[in-house]
């Protein structure tokens, strides 16, 4: 095992670990909760190495002044980073206190054995543990070399059922999220937010008339702070009434979105490897042994974080040091981007991080972070919590750009694919708040008396990142032409969610490899295996095959399957789902099967509800989820006019991994969700006929699709 990265920049082992006196062991990450259960998983990966129990274990996540530095929690790499890291911290930790108990003890290192931190000596029987030998103190060393490790066939922790660290608190309704703290005196804020982000304040009042209020105003930011919380509400409402706003309309119109992708073209790039380069794009044309070409389009609309709670922060500015509780996903970043915003020195910002309703991506959790700065120092030394409302988080979120996939693949005489042409428009998918010097992705410093600029838009050129992740296909084929197309100016906001543009392209790919099975008059699962060379991913797509079961035999049921591996370097994921189509259009989710291959699994029962919950979510943005707007602004401000799926509409699911134990682990939580919308199109399909390209299948989408293909049917009820 290589030296990882995170300790190579922090490499200083009591930032890692320290053994407290009351018998516990204090692990640190970078990295934060976020619902995926880290916190669990990095507490059995030092549990495994340092010979304790989990229950031990104590884990401190991201904190600016404590923790070691890990940018960002993102791209489901939190295991293979931080848990990488951690386990190479902890068996440091371990043989220096090993060496400790054999110089207290006068025995080689060789005989000690440890449980639960109980060393003992095979030579004398004298014991020691580690609080007696460390409690308290720092270990002052740097971690120069890999320590030795233990071999993975030996774990009696990793890879076994453990309970949530992080739910105990949940469950029993603590203080456990962001918007419960409570610091002495805590004030409360609300933002007046514009119609649109590029408007212009007309006209404010300078008070209103409730107790115990101020009105903050910088330029086109405004927010109201209160003593009572209800209060801060009541004037936040109140103050929205009496102020004007100017703006321009909101243009493209929404329906003109996939044009607009395809004619506003700021660069295209191939793609080779996963990896955009900047040359000239390649011509290809069919070849002469290919005896039917399909062509197809598909379609990802702007779609929502739409965390289930508001975001939230709470800041305190005293003696010129800004204090920030914030559940960023980055909350080293954070601090970057807030010094330069505020005009202080970075080291005079301190970030640390609180949990929040769960989402994965970049939602409104930084900027909401500067909402409560701006108003705690314009009123110090009061904290001040800042809470979004509900169309504040839905009408100003950074939301997942809209993209446009084109097909178009050639078969020969054997059904198999001898020519493979994708094409990918979208914008942005990676805003997130960071160093910029003379710009920022905070929003609220774009509406300040003296603003800040957003940081221009430039296409991502690393592997695997924004528009062109998982462009590649998982299969092998002779002749690939694979472009990303960059498109700068967006009507609406966009920056990262769940998956990035995996889950668009993965729809588009395994959507497509299915109409090409249906074209060669393959089984979907024939036609797959006969283009994987790589047998993981083939293992993976038998396990699934061997764990579906049997299909109804109702008249518009159907089962549609899908697979890839994420960013085509983690974990494989096969996803095969069963659908009931109604007349009406509606479609159900009656079960889904998962397969997974993550190499080693840590925490099993973590790995499984990462790949269900990425399911699910992907789910409801397939059959759900779109955002709306009209030239005055975004339109989707609430759960009627932006649904997501609801308890009553989730499958039963069956999960099942291949624990590769001698492997390293890979980053899972993004796995599921390009397959899922793929293997319900695709079902549909099965059940119907249908081919539905457009996301989300509304009844109205998949009526339509029907009117077209199935207009004599008479499964189809006209309405």
Same mark, same amino acid.
């Given at each position: ?71 960002? $929690? ?40 440890? +449980? ?8 004398? !029987?004298?014991? $020691? ?38 739910? /105990? ?64 509400? #009541? ?19 929404? /329906? ?19 990896? /955009? ?85 970049? !939602? ?11 108003? #705690? ?24 750009? #809209?993209?446009? @996939? ?23 998918? !990676? ?5 910029? /010097?003379?710009?920022?992705?905070? +929003? ?13 838009? +430039? ?108 960013? &085509? ?24 099967? @998962? ?13 499984? &509800? ?71 199109? &695709? ?28 207009? &004599?049917?008479?499964?189809?009820? +006209?309405?």
């Amino acid at each position: 095992m290589s030296m990882p990265a995170s300790i190579e920049r922090t490499p200083g082992l009591d930032r890692w670990i320290r053994i407290a006196d009351n018998g516990a062991v204090i692990v640190s990450t970078g990295k934060v909760e976020i619902g995926q259960g880290i916190k669990t998983a990095i507490a059995m990966i030092a549990a495994e190495e340092l010979d304790v129990s989990v229950e031990r274990i104590q884990v401190q996540t991201a904190d600016t002044e404590i923790t070691p530095n890990e940018y960002v $929690t993102a791209g489901s790499m939190s295991v293979e980073d931080s848990g990488s890291a951690v386990r190479v911290a902890s068996a440091a930790a371990r043989q220096i206190l090993l060496e400790s108990a054999a110089e207290k003890l006068h025995v080689a290192v060789d005989t000690l054995t440890v +449980q639960d931190g109980l060393i003992t000596s095979g030579q004398s !029987n004298e014991q $020691t543990d580690y609080w007696s030998l460390q409690a308290g103190r720092l270990f002052e060393v740097d971690i120069i070399d890999v320590p030795p490790l233990k071999d993975p066939r030996s774990y009696r922790v990793v890879g076994t059922h453990t309970t949530r660290t992080d739910l /105990p608190a949940k469950v029993r309704g603590d203080l456990a999220f962001v918007q419960d703290l409570r610091l002495p005196d805590t004030w409360h804020g609300r933002l007046v937010k514009p119609p649109l982000a590029d408007a212009t304040l007309i006209e404010c009042p300078d008070s209103i008339d409730l107790p115990d209020v101020e009105i903050v105003r910088d330029g086109n930011f405004v927010g109201v702070v209160a003593k009572l919380e209800a209060v801060a509400i #009541a004037a936040a409402e109140r103050l929205a009434s009496k102020v004007r706003w100017q703006s321009k309309p909101l243009e493209p119109p929404m /329906p003109g979105i996939p044009g607009y992708l395809r004619t506003h073209v700021s660069k295209s790039l191939p793609v080779v490897s996963g990896m /955009p380069l900047d040359e000239t794009l390649p011509e290809q044309a069919t070849p002469d042994h290919a005896v039917q070409t399909l062509n197809a389009a598909y379609y990802r609309p702007y779609q929502m974080h739409a965390s289930l709670g508001p975001s939230a922060a709470c800041a305190q500015f005293v003696d010129g040091k800004l204090t920030v509780y914030s559940h960023s996903q980055g909350v080293e970043l954070l601090k970057r981007a807030l010094a330069p915003v505020l005009d202080l020195p970075v080291d005079r910002v301190h970030v640390i991080h609180r949990e929040g309703a769960g989402c994965y991506g970049h !939602n409104g959790a930084d900027d909401v972070a500067l909402d409560a700065a701006l108003l #705690a120092i314009a009123l110090p030394p009061r904290p001040v919590m800042v809470k979004w409302s509900r169309a504040d988080e839905h009408g100003f979120e950074p939301y997942a750009p #809209a993209t446009v @996939i084109d097909m178009q693949a050639s078969l020969d005489a054997h059904g198999r694919i001898v020519d493979w042409c994708h094409d990918t428009y979208s914008f942005s998918h !990676n805003t997130r708040p960071g160093r910029n /010097p003379g710009h920022t992705n905070l +929003q609220s410093a774009w509406w300040r008396e003296k603003p800040l600029p957003p940081v221009p838009r +430039q296409p991502a050129m690393l592997a695997e990142a924004g528009i062109h992740r998982n462009l590649e296909p998982i299969y092998t084929l002779p002749r690939k032409r694979l472009v990303k197309h960059f498109v700068a100016n967006s009507p609406l906001r966009t920056s990262s969610l769940r998956s990035l543009g995996a889950f668009a392209n993965v729809f588009a790919i395994e959507s497509f490899m299915d109409e090409l099975a249906h074209a060669a008059g393959k089984d979907p699962f024939e036609f797959r295996s006969e283009h994987l060379a790589d047998r993981r991913a083939r293992a993976v797509l038998e396990l699934l095959q061997q764990r579906a079961p049997g299909l109804s035999g109702d008249s518009n049921a159907g089962r549609g399957i899908a697979m890839a591996r994420y960013k &085509n370097r983690q974990t494989y994921c096969a996803v095969m789902v069963d659908v009931h189509v109604e007349d009406d259009g509606q479609v159900r989710l009656d079960h889904a099967v @998962i397969s997974a291959d993550a190499g080693l699994v840590i925490d099993p029962d973590g790995l499984i &509800n990462q790949l269900e919950g990425g399911f699910i979510q992907a789910a409801s943005w397939t059959l759900k989820e779109q955002v709306t707007w009209d030239h005055e602004g975004v339109t989707s401000r609430d759960w009627e006019s932006y649904p997501i799926l609801t308890f009553s509409e989730i499958p039963t699911i069956a999960t099942y991994l291949i624990d590769r134990r001698l492997d390293q682990p890979m980053g899972a939580g993004e796995a599921s969700t390009g397959p899922t919308p793929a293997a319900i199109a &695709n079902a549909i399909f099965a059940a119907v006929g249908v081919r539905v390209r457009d996301l989300p299948f509304t009844p109205e989408r998949v009526k339509l699709a029907a009117g077209m293909e199935l207009a &004599n049917d008479t499964r189809w009820e +006209q309405k």
